[in-house]
């Protein structure tokens, strides 16, 4: 890990850090053939899961600010991953949707993901691995 003393290598905050570190540290490398980011990953999971979404809601539910919603939507669209489209009923509201390459791009990605989180994993018997899991999503409120 580093050469910080166990006063501060035991924080929880500290190792939650370098696992998510860690992680990118994993998974960016496995990502960049895709020619897209974890980040840029994460929002195609989120607008490829159910019905379309407006760029507000999924802020909202990943925690963003709309401008940074809205940049990051606009790096997606760039690359023909995403369209926006005027929802019905509201011309102001912009549903995003997966292209046909931003599906593809998406399932290759759940993928690479997986490959990542076990390569982080790996210490860990599967029994541990996911106690972790599950402690987290406790931690965190996740359903």
């Known amino acids: 890990m580093s050469s910080a003393p ?4 035991r924080r929880l905050g500290y190792l939650l850090k370098h696992a998510q570190l860690r992680l990118a540290e994993l998974a960016e490398p496995l990502y960049a053939p895709l ?3 974890g980040r ?9 899961a159910g019905p379309a979404q407006s760029q507000q809601e999924g802020a909202a ?4 600010d709309r401008t940074t919603m809205v940049a990051l939507v606009d790096e997606l669209e760039v690359k023909g991953l995403v369209r926006r489209e005027v929802a019905p009923g509201d ?13 593809r791009v998406r ?3 759940e993928e690479v993901t997986r490959q990542a989180e076990a390569l982080l994993l790996e210490p860990l018997s599967a029994e541990d691995a996911e106690r972790l899991r599950t402690a987290l999503h406790r931690v965190v409120r996740v359903e």
């Open 6 to 9: 166990p006063a501060v290598t």
């Open 35 to 37: 020619g897209v980011t």
């Open 40 to 48: 840029q990953l994460a929002l195609l999971a989120l607008f490829g």
């Open 61 to 64: 539910r990943l925690g963003v």
């Open 91 to 103: 011309r102001r509201k912009r549903l995003v949707t997966l292209t046909p390459e931003g599906e």
């Open 107 to 109: 399932e290759a990605g």
